[in-house]
């Protein structure tokens, strides 16, 4: 499994290489499969005539609205992942996901009112990322020194995860409300966007570099993170700031979830299974797990869209189902593993 | 190394020490004896800069200990906490390189020269077999003496240890107090150690700090390890019987 005396360096640096080779991959075969199947030379042909501007060719046609949207599901499964990563470094359970603190749920909420109320697509996306922002400040103002690292900090911070879950189910009872309330014809979309939906989503820049300066803090603080998963409260007496590290993984992985929730719906399971599959695969260390997630994260995400495309086509599924579908098992068979170590 | 003055502690109403005024100096190898809940690990905690003082203070090097920057703290005291959860299945052989986070602002990675500290801190504590193992397979034992190995490789010149001694067998125990006298004699680190076995502390340690209802006493070892002031703070009644020129302590047995 692990060779240790081999240079770590050297490792990283496969892994990480064939992981992004394995995300162009997805990309590129998500551009190939669909209604109409593009071969290999025409998938060249129309990539050239994207990247020379003009997409005149039904292939080149088909290539963008692709690759736009399996360019969404890779940021989307690598924020949810990379968000997973660091709620679990955070809680120090491997078992959490960016979801229990019920950032999600707030999300789900604002979405669903606008989707009520008739708002316009921008305005589904203003109300979803309010809602998760709404959520993140009342467990930041509830669980304040929880999250800074307080006595309770070495017992596995109880209170900032059981705040969440509460915050959580609250506003699981609003989102049913609102899904009794709704007329027939909303219901529909209603639910989707609870699944978590690839479908129409627009490709846009922000997720990108909300993504991008979450990678940058999470490799620059990856060898305090390690630090504190192994010793919790102690790891100030290894010279990391502690409550400064908590604060600012709260603040990172919260911003990452509003961010992937927005643009696609709370789309479940991505961030816990990736992230503990990388772990079980690669080890825990934070150095090489954060890329590691993020990147498989994206891959397994636009692969599981490629699935919900296809799979009951012409009938497209929200990509959610799918990535339940083999969550959960998944999961199930981690569990049972964990229980027998 | 490491001075308190007028060190007082509180949890709630409860003093569990009032006006410490107390100096471990480098070279001196300190035991910590007293009640359960005496507050022997709240001191602890204080000494390592991990709970804040109620009144007095704890300077290192004559520095209060809140004006040094963390990151140079780390390169000065370690601490080993009395309990640990593995949440991730971290190798052993990562747990202590992970002390060596400290001197290394600028690295990604861990080179040859931290390798080689870790290897030799876990050979010491005779856990270099285990190296490859996942930490949450280990047994208490194993993992407490892997724990110790980081604690060894962080090379600080203070070192503070809540119970080092548990979990492990008789044998590594008394191992573990010469190797920690030993690093006092040789290379001048100074140690406070949280114990509760008297004659482990008496044949290892230079000095004593006996703690309990907000009282203390402190002092060389055989000026403090005497029978009243032992059956004091124990709250049990101590005899100490000489054996072969060795001091013993023994609890009295009560004939009721």
């Given at each position: 499994?692990?060779?240790?005396?081999?240079?770590?360096?050297?490792?990283?640096?496969?892994?990480?290489?064939?992981l992004?080779?394995?995300?162009v991959?997805?990309?590129?075969?998500?551009?190939?499969?669909?209604?109409?199947?593009l071969?290999?030379?025409e998938?060249?042909g129309?990539?050239?005539?994207?990247?020379h501007?003009?997409?005149d060719?039904?292939?080149?046609?088909?290539?963008?609205?692709?690759?736009?949207?399996?360019?969404?599901?890779?940021?989307?499964?690598?924020?949810?992942?990379?968000?997973?990563v660091?709620?679990?470094a955070?809680?120090r359970?491997p078992?959490?996901?960016?979801y229990?603190?019920?950032?999600?749920?707030?999300?789900?909420?604002?979405?669903?009112?606008?989707?009520?109320l008739?708002?316009?697509?921008?305005?589904v996306d203003a109300?979803?990322f309010g809602?998760?922002?709404?959520?993140?400040?009342?467990?930041y103002?509830?669980?304040?020194?929880?999250?800074?690292?307080?006595?309770?900090a070495?017992g596995?911070?109880?209170?900032?995860?059981?705040?969440?879950?509460?915050?959580?189910?609250a506003?699981?009872?609003?989102?049913?409300?609102?899904?009794?309330?709704?007329?027939?014809?909303r219901l529909?979309?209603?639910?989707?966007?609870?699944?978590g939906?690839?479908?129409?989503?627009p490709?846009?820049?922000?997720?990108?570099?909300?993504?991008?300066?979450?990678?940058?803090?999470?490799?620059?603080?990856?060898?305090?993170?390690?630090?504190?998963a192994?010793?919790?409260?102690?790891?100030?007496t290894?010279?990391?700031?502690?409550?400064?590290?908590?604060?600012?993984?709260?603040?990172?992985?919260?911003?990452?979830?509003?961010?992937?929730?927005?643009s696609?719906?709370?789309?479940g399971?991505?961030?816990?299974?990736?992230p503990?599959?990388?772990?079980f695969?690669?080890?825990?260390?934070?150095?090489?797990?954060?890329?590691?997630?993020?990147?498989?994260?994206?891959?397994?995400?636009?692969?599981?869209?490629?699935?919900?495309?296809?799979?009951?086509a012409?009938?497209?599924?929200?990509?959610?189902?799918?990535?339940?579908?083999?969550?959960?098992?998944?999961f199930?068979?981690?569990?049972?593993?964990?229980r027998?170590? | 190394m490491?001075s308190?003055?007028?060190?007082?502690l509180?949890?709630?109403?409860?003093?569990?020490?009032?006006?410490?005024?107390?100096?471990?100096?480098?070279?001196?190898?300190?035991?910590?004896?007293g009640?359960?809940?005496?507050?022997k690990?709240?001191?602890?905690r204080?000494?390592?800069?991990?709970?804040?003082?109620?009144?007095?203070?704890?300077?290192?090097?004559?520095?209060?200990?809140?004006?040094?920057p963390?990151?140079?703290?780390a390169?000065?005291?370690?601490?080993?906490p009395?309990?640990?959860?593995?949440?991730?299945s971290?190798?052993?052989?990562?747990?202590?390189?992970?002390?060596?986070?400290?001197?290394?602002?600028?690295?990604?990675?861990?080179d040859?020269?931290?390798?080689?500290?870790a290897?030799?801190?876990?050979?010491?504590?005779?856990?270099?077999h285990?190296?490859?193992?996942?930490?949450?397979?280990?047994?208490?034992g194993?993992?407490?003496?892997?724990?110790?190995?980081?604690?060894?490789?962080?090379?600080?010149?203070?070192l503070?240890?809540?119970?080092?001694?548990?979990?492990?067998?008789l044998?590594?125990?008394?191992?573990?107090?010469r190797?920690?006298?030993r690093?006092?004699?040789?290379?001048?680190?100074?140690?406070v150690?949280?114990?509760?076995d008297?004659?482990?502390?008496?044949?290892?340690?230079h000095?004593?700090?006996?703690?309990?209802?907000?009282?203390?006493?402190?002092?060389?070892?055989?000026?403090?390890?005497?029978?009243?002031a032992?059956?004091?703070?124990?709250g049990?009644?101590?005899?100490?019987?000489?054996?072969?020129?060795r001091?013993?302590?023994?609890?009295?047995?009560?004939?009721?």
């Open positions: 499994m692990q060779q240790f005396f081999r240079d770590p360096r050297q490792r990283a640096i496969v892994i990480v290489s064939v992004v080779v394995l995300a991959a997805s990309l590129g075969l998500s551009g190939m499969i669909g209604s109409v199947a071969s290999l030379p998938l060249h129309a990539l050239r005539a994207l990247v501007g003009g997409a060719s039904m292939a080149a046609t088909l290539l963008e609205l692709r690759l736009s949207r399996a360019m969404v599901a890779f940021v989307t499964g690598a924020a949810l992942s990379l968000a997973g660091m709620m679990q955070l809680l359970n078992l959490a996901d960016p229990v603190l019920g950032i999600s749920a707030g999300a789900s909420v604002g979405a669903l009112l606008a989707l009520l008739m708002g316009a697509l921008w305005m109300a979803a809602g998760a922002v709404a959520v993140a400040m009342m467990l103002v509830l669980a304040r020194r929880d999250i800074a690292g307080g006595a309770a070495a596995g911070a109880s209170v900032l995860l059981l705040t969440g879950v509460i915050l959580s189910s506003c699981m009872a609003l989102v049913t409300l609102m899904l009794s309330i709704a007329p027939e014809s529909r979309g209603m639910v989707f966007w609870m699944i939906d690839l479908a129409g989503a490709l846009r820049g922000l997720p990108w570099l909300v993504l991008a300066g979450a990678m940058v803090f999470a490799l620059r603080s990856a060898r305090a993170l390690n630090v504190l192994l010793h919790a409260e102690s790891a100030a290894l010279g990391v700031p502690v409550g400064a590290l908590r604060k600012a993984l709260f603040f990172c992985s919260g911003v990452l979830t509003a961010s992937a929730v927005t696609a719906g709370s789309i399971f991505v961030g816990l299974i990736v503990h599959a990388c772990r695969a690669f080890g825990p260390d934070h150095r090489l797990l954060l890329p590691v997630a993020t990147l498989a994260g994206g891959t397994f995400l636009v692969l599981a869209d490629i699935l919900a495309r296809t799979l009951l012409p009938q497209q599924l929200p990509v959610g189902v799918v990535t339940a579908l083999i969550g959960a098992p998944f199930l068979y981690q569990l049972h593993q964990l027998r170590a | 490491i308190t003055r007028a060190l007082c509180k949890i709630g109403q409860r003093t569990l020490v009032e006006r410490l005024d107390w100096t471990v100096n480098g070279g001196e190898c300190w035991c910590i004896i009640r359960n809940g005496a507050g690990t709240t001191l602890l204080a000494l390592a800069g991990m709970r804040e003082a109620d009144a007095g203070s704890v300077a290192i090097k004559g520095r209060p200990l809140a004006d040094w963390l990151a140079q703290l390169r000065l005291r370690a601490y080993l009395q309990a640990r959860s593995d949440a991730f971290y190798r052993v052989l990562e747990t202590v390189l992970a002390a060596r986070h400290p001197y290394h602002a600028q690295r990604y990675w861990e040859s020269d931290d390798h080689a500290i290897m030799a801190a876990l050979a010491s504590m005779e856990v270099a285990l190296v490859r193992r996942d930490v949450r397979s280990l047994s208490g194993e993992r407490q003496r892997v724990a110790i190995a980081a604690m060894l490789a962080q090379d600080t010149p203070l503070l240890l809540d119970e080092p001694a548990n979990a492990l067998d044998a590594h125990q008394v191992s573990l107090m190797l920690i006298a690093l006092c004699r040789e290379q001048g680190k100074a140690a150690t949280i114990g509760h008297l004659n482990l502390a008496h044949a290892c340690s000095a004593l700090l006996l703690m309990g209802d907000g009282g203390w006493q402190a002092g060389p070892i055989d000026d403090v390890m005497t029978a009243p032992l059956s004091r703070y124990l049990h009644p101590i005899e100490i019987v000489v054996h072969g020129g001091r013993i302590f023994v609890p009295v047995q009560d004939d009721a």
